[in-house]
């Protein structure tokens, strides 16, 4: 059974900084495109950063400079390290695991997600 477990959300206050941090049970982790993807109250979902199996990331426009995603293969984990922090950037954060796509990625897999709370 795959899983996806998120840690490190919280609340911050605006200009702060949180690392999040997911563990795969997958067991060809590092062939997978992994990414993050958040969903703020009334909004629809959207995709705020992804790597490839490659290590080739992808970001979208109001990340870049800020965020910054890694994976790690030996440990079958994947972070988003989030500096910078705005109250716009509020919202359940999910890991995902799947394919790659254009842009980003075509999830397969979704963690429970994990509340990101910044404070103005």
């Known amino acids: 059974q795959v899983q996806l477990v998120e840690s490190g959300g919280g609340l911050v206050q605006a200009g702060g900084s949180l690392r999040l941090s997911c563990s795969a049970s997958l067991r060809t982790f590092s062939t997978y495109a992994l990414g993050w993807i958040r969903q703020a109250p009334g909004k629809e979902r959207e995709l705020v950063a992804s790597?490839?199996?490659?290590?080739?990331?992808y970001y979208l426009d109001s990340m870049m400079g800020r965020f910054t995603i890694s994976r790690d293969n030996a440990k079958n984990a994947l972070y988003l390290q989030m500096n910078s922090l705005k109250p716009e950037d509020t919202a359940v954060y999910y890991c995902?695991?799947?394919?790659?796509?254009?842009?980003?990625?075509?999830?397969?897999?979704w963690g429970q997600g994990t509340q990101v709370t910044v404070s103005s």
């Open positions: 995902v695991a799947g394919s790659p796509a254009h842009p980003g990625i075509r999830p397969l897999y």
């Open positions: 790597i490839g199996s490659s290590g080739r990331t």
